[in-house]
């Protein structure tokens, strides 16, 4: 990347809407020193096979750039080969729940992923996180409603049963303290999850048998690095959707979607000879497979790889010793420069799914430490948004052919779709195109609701951010200051006699009052597109 398209990248990082910028979409660089790195994510030991452990499947894919039939090279399907794969276990890895930046460790917190029902709570005696079953063990009442007392115990505000980190009960109000003990029962224990932290997100690996206990000795979860170093700046974000896990995922893998889906809210480089073919200047974009397994796949692009973790992890970053591409030899820290794009898709229930986000950078990490988080959520949420309605549409079309049929009914013959289609490989050899729900009773996907609904922010993303509900909070309550600073100027000038203040001092308090009622009115807008609902039309883009 040459150096002024590296400084547009540092402007992009501010909180505008090119926070979602792709490496893909800036402009050629020489060609990176060579680099592979592999898929290094193993599941527990108990989770893989012997034909997995001595097996790894090289996916090489061959097509075409041209619409036309009889020039378009058929891709090879692993799945011909007639050879039986291990089925993928939702339910032996570790899944991200939230930032620790967004959690409250006064309240418990309500979450679902994977179906499950869980509550997130501080536990200050043992310092540290738990993660329980949302359910209370006496009547089934949700314990994310209770409250966590003065002894640092999880309480059920139902009847005041009380919880310590393990799960115990450690009191049941009603039960007689001279009479039996029944609250040592097991059948009064909250069923709890192993969990840690990593990252700065919490983990939970779901599921509550013995023998995955102390599961953290022998798995850990996906680590990237660069955010735990101090050396880069990496705000999170996190935000339900509404629309299916693999829907996410494979939106998030597709680079040539960007400059029609977020047309004039993504800043991207335009070549001057695509633009003779459309608006937006669509290119092709080469993207080659270079390996792939149960444990997700590694993907070739032009500026670096991308890499799916399964069953979350979605990471792009540049090649080793890289600069992103910078010219300028000369400059060492130039020479050192790194943008990464790290994103989580979690399943949460069919039809909802739910992302974390952060893009690590080693250059003008100043800009996040005066820059409040909050206002580069602004752009995120717009990019977020603006693709929200059609995707959402989309995966109904999806689920009416049947997930299954996807590469019969979608025609993909170019490069750009390389990592899309590798995903639903992956995803239709080791999971039959499902995920593997825990709550069985989970049924098919919801109606479409009305668009104020679907592209819902506030409680999608403002309730469960630190930064949002703070600067909403600050926000409304200026927003109910600037009335009443214009009814008390106008008062003071209509009380007050002309030999009291001047003709110009009467001129300028009218003035203020009438800027702070117009200033008044498009904060009341900003706060409602900000914070709650903005549509976003694509015809008139």
């Not at 009442?141 to 139902?158: F, K, N, T």
């Not at 303290?177 to 609250?183: F, K, L």
């Not at 949460?348 to 959520?377: A, E, K, T, Y």
Request: charged fraction near 20%; include cysteine.
């Amino acid at each position: 990347m040459h150096a002024a398209s590296m400084d547009a990248l540092i402007f992009a990082s501010l909180p505008s809407s090119s926070c979602f910028l792709h490496p893909l979409l800036s402009p050629k660089s020489p060609n990176p020193k060579p680099y592979s790195p592999r898929l290094s994510y193993q599941p527990p030991l108990h989770t893989r096979s012997k034909s997995h452990l001595s097996r790894k499947i090289l996916n090489k894919l061959h097509v075409s750039t041209s619409d036309h039939p009889s020039t378009t090279v058929p891709v090879e399907d692993p799945l011909s080969s007639g050879d039986t794969f291990e089925k993928f276990d939702w339910h032996s890895h570790w899944y991200p729940l939230a930032p620790l930046c967004d959690l409250d460790k006064r309240a418990p917190r309500a979450m679902r992923v994977l179906g499950l029902d869980l509550v997130l709570w501080w536990d200050r005696t043992e310092v540290q996180w738990r993660v329980f079953d949302d359910r209370c063990p006496h009547r089934l009442a949700p314990l994310s409603e209770g409250r966590i007392d003065r002894w640092g115990r999880l309480q059920c505000v139902y009847h005041g049963w009380c919880f310590n980190g393990a799960g115990s009960c450690e009191l049941i109000p009603q039960a007689a303290e001279d009479g039996p003990q029944v609250h040592t029962s097991s059948k009064a224990c909250a069923a709890s999850y192993p969990c840690t932290v990593q990252n700065k997100i919490v983990w939970f690996w779901p599921s509550t048998k013995p023998l995955h206990k102390n599961i953290l000795m022998n798995c850990k979860p996906p680590c990237i690095s660069e955010l735990d170093d101090p050396s880069y700046a990496s705000l999170m974000g996190i935000r339900d959707i509404s629309y299916g896990y693999e829907i996410l995922i494979e939106n998030l893998m597709d680079p040539a979607h960007v400059r029609y889906s977020h047309h004039k809210i993504m800043r991207v480089s335009k070549q001057r000879s695509s633009l003779a073919r459309d608006r937006e200047g669509g290119v092709p974009i080469v993207i080659t497979l270079e390996e792939s397994d149960i444990n997700g796949f590694l993907a070739k692009q032009e500026f670096g790889y991308g890499k799916f973790v399964a069953p979350c992890l979605f990471h792009m970053f540049p090649p080793s010793g890289s600069n992103n591409g910078s010219a300028s030899s000369s400059d060492s820290k130039a020479d050192q420069r790194r943008f990464l794009i790290v994103v989580y898709c979690i399943p949460v229930s069919p039809g909802r799914s739910r992302l974390i986000w952060s893009f690590p950078r080693n250059f003008s990490v100043w800009i996040d430490q005066i820059v409040p988080r909050w206002m580069f959520h602004v752009g995120q949420n717009l990019i977020l948004d603006s693709d929200m309605h059609l995707l959402h549409v989309e995966e109904r079309y999806i689920a009416e052919i049947g997930p299954s049929n996807w590469e019969k009914a979608c025609f993909v013959p170019t490069k750009s779709d390389v990592m899309v289609t590798a995903f639903r490989r992956w995803f239709r050899k080791y999971s039959n195109s499902q995920v593997d729900w825990a709550n069985k009773s989970l049924g098919s996907l919801l109606p479409t609701p009305p668009r104020e609904q679907l592209m819902d922010r506030y409680w999608t993303h403002v309730v469960q951010c630190s930064s949002c509900s703070v600067a909403l909070k600050l926000l409304k309550v200026l927003e109910t200051s600037l009335p009443m600073v214009t009814l008390i100027l106008i008062g003071v000038v209509a009380a007050s006699n002309q030999n009291m203040i001047s003709a110009a001092v009467r001129t300028a308090l009218v003035s203020i009052a009438v800027i702070c009622f117009a200033a008044s009115k498009w904060l009341s807008h900003f706060i409602y597109k900000t914070f709650y609902f903005h549509d976003y039309n694509h015809a008139f883009v």
